[in-house]
């Protein structure tokens, strides 16, 4: 069996044909948008989930569960969040065949309406802040472009934290603890590469101060929208009611951020950065298998190889490793496909020759090498190929991304970096609201979104703005998005 598609020529039908044949997802549910997520999936994203949770709560955060259904008064209570998010909420108006809401409740697009009337219960002194709590969930947004598993469907796996302040000073802080987090665990953890952005004024989120937010490059040369976090000031506080009394005995509105990782758009982001032409590729750590044990006995020699598969299991999962023998029927080759497809980062090969020489012959998924290894090394060498194998992964999947961006000094050059499928670098007259009529003239010409200003380092414009001519006061990114 082979697989024949090139990821970078054609994106879409490799990422479609790796979902069917590493088995991640199925499209067959029989509602547009919504997808069921298979097994090998499934156990990623649980792992990812669980490095996120620690993460959160290495910061303080706590976990709660708030209901799915909200009330319409609820949402309706802070006027651009409404606006904002009403094209896309699902609503329920009814129970049964006879019975009809007074109220429609809404299906959760994000929890700030859910959770703030509760906060304004709970918070009553500033003993009661800083206040940081997380919910893992499920949300749902009438999407209403082209859908498509992991990177954009209308129900998706997140994470959502809510915190609030006493101070602005603290929230903002909190900003830029969210997107230390994002590095922490996205980029360090994941291996995904990411550049955070202050989104411009006409792109935050719906009733934010201002938006931050991590892309990662798509091998179509596409940006993909990972973990956002948000400035909310006092917005939502007044909306809601989220007071407190200061030490001075004074009653205050609180400040608040929010942050959202979204696990199922994060994984499709990692099938399509880290994946190749034999399949998927997998960090070490995400791996559902680690190391997968393939037995390769001669005639006479069945009982002796399947003995030595069996010990080396019992030895590797005693390590901490998570590991499976693969004892079906199958072929070799085919075994080897099987789990190249999925991704498993490093392959046992045990044979006549490695029982003999009591050795283990090690392939390792990126290289593609294989590796004649001592048992007496073998726990040692696999954490040590682990590592390297994700380390490789990360520095590809960086230098792609840094390969990809381009200075552009007009709109020509805009559309050239674009159609290169490449990220173009631009001086630009301002990420207030004020310049969305030259973000407007950009997507108009090329296609390309404005993304925002770095956060990680302070640029400085290299010429005037590229649509107006106006002198910049900053440089942005400009790509095309999903």
């Not at 290495?58 to 006027?79: D, K, M, W």
């Not at 995904?192 to 719906?206: L, N, S």
């Not at 994700?390 to 999947?397: C, D, G, K, S």
Request: hydrophobic share 35%; charged share 30%.
């Amino acid at each position: 069996m082979t697989f024949h598609f090139d990821k970078r020529e054609d994106f879409s039908t490799w990422f479609t044909e790796i979902n069917k044949r590493a088995e991640l997802s199925d499209l067959r549910y029989g509602v547009k948008g919504f997808v069921v997520f298979r097994a090998w999936s499934v156990m990623t994203m649980k792992i990812m989930y669980d490095i996120y949770e620690k993460e959160l709560e290495s910061h303080g955060h706590q976990p709660v569960i708030f209901p799915a259904l909200i009330p319409s008064a609820n949402l309706e209570q802070e006027a651009d969040h409404v606006e904002g998010f009403s094209p896309e909420v699902f609503w329920v108006t009814r129970a049964g065949k006879n019975t009809t809401f007074e109220e429609p409740l809404a299906l959760r697009p994000t929890s700030e309406s859910a959770m703030y009337p509760m906060y304004k219960l709970w918070l009553r002194s500033w003993r009661d802040l800083p206040f940081k709590r997380y919910q893992s969930c499920q949300v749902w947004r009438y999407e209403g472009k082209m859908t498509r598993p992991f990177l954009r469907s209308r129900e998706f796996y997140w994470l959502e934290a809510h915190d609030v302040f006493a101070t602005s000073e603290e929230a903002e802080a909190q900003v830029l603890e969210d997107m230390q987090m994002t590095e922490n665990v996205v980029t360090n953890r994941f291996g995904i590469p990411a550049i955070t952005f202050k989104r411009p004024q006409w792109d935050k989120f719906a009733g934010a101060v201002y938006t931050c937010a991590a892309d990662t490059l798509m091998p179509d040369g596409r940006l993909m929208q990972l973990p956002s976090t948000h400035y909310l000031g006092d917005h939502f506080a007044r909306a809601f009611g989220i007071k407190y009394v200061d030490e001075d005995e004074k009653e205050q509105y609180a400040f608040q951020t929010c942050y959202g990782p979204a696990i199922s758009r994060i994984y499709g982001g990692l099938i399509a950065v880290h994946g190749d032409d034999d399949g998927l590729l997998l960090p070490f750590e995400l791996a559902p298998i680690q190391v997968v044990i393939v037995p390769i006995p001669k005639k006479g020699s069945k009982q002796a190889v399947e003995k030595r598969c069996r010990e080396l299991e019992k030895k590797l999962r005693k390590a901490g490793f998570r590991v499976h023998t693969d004892n079906t029927d199958r072929r070799p080759g085919d075994k080897y496909y099987h789990w190249e497809m999925r991704g498993v980062p490093l392959r046992l090969e045990i044979g006549n020759r490695e029982v003999e020489q009591k050795t283990a012959t090690v392939f390792r998924r990126d290289s593609r090498e294989r590796i004649v290894i001592p048992l007496a090394d073998l726990k040692k060498k696999v954490q040590q190929l682990g590592v390297a194998l994700t380390e490789e992964l990360v520095r590809r999947a960086k230098a792609r991304f840094t390969g990809a961006i381009r200075d552009a000094r007009s709109i020509e050059e805009i559309e050239q970096v674009l159609q290169g499928r490449q990220v173009a670098r631009i001086s630009f007259c301002t990420m207030e609201l004020e310049g969305e009529a030259c973000s407007d003239k950009i997507k108009e010409k090329t296609g390309g979104e404005t993304r925002g200003t770095r956060l990680d380092q302070k640029e400085k414009p290299f010429g005037p703005c590229v649509v107006c001519g106006k002198t910049a006061k900053a440089v942005t990114y400009v790509a095309r998005t999903y």
